[in-house]
């Protein structure tokens, strides 16, 4: 999650922004930053109620083992359209590289 912070400027160069979503409530957000990762300086939206709810749209909401009810990590960029023109899902401890969609939002700015 830090590596979004550190390429904050150059998502920012590319007209986009970063937002993690999770379905934690937003007080376990709070916890988290306080006591664990750290302030963000991106929002941390919640898709706690209805539980998954913005997960299960966008097929990443967990229903089996392991860790049912979380969502898995993914990175989607969507269009100004709202169209998704990328999304990767990752393994939860994975931290994905951030150039990887640097690259698809470059090219969307040509």
Do not use: C
């Not at 999770?22 to 007080?27: F, G």
């Not at 988290?32 to 963000?40: D, L, P, S, T, Y």
């Not at 913005?54 to 967990?62: D, F, P, S, W």
């Not at 990752?90 to 951030?98: F, I, T």
């Amino acid at each position: 999650m830090s590596a979004y912070g550190r390429d904050l400027p150059e998502f920012a160069e590319t007209n986009a922004q970063v937002v993690g979503i999770s379905t934690d409530s937003i007080y376990s957000h709070i916890a988290w930053q306080e006591k664990g990762i750290g302030w963000q300086e991106y929002p941390l939206a919640s898709d706690y109620w209805p539980h998954g709810g913005i997960a299960e749209k966008y097929g990443i909401l967990r229903l089996g083992e392991p860790l049912p009810g979380i969502n898995d990590r993914a990175v989607f960029v969507v269009d100004k359209n709202g169209k998704i023109v990328f999304s990767k899902v990752y393994e939860l401890g994975q931290e994905p590289d951030n150039e990887e969609y640097l690259k698809v939002l470059r090219e969307m700015r040509e």
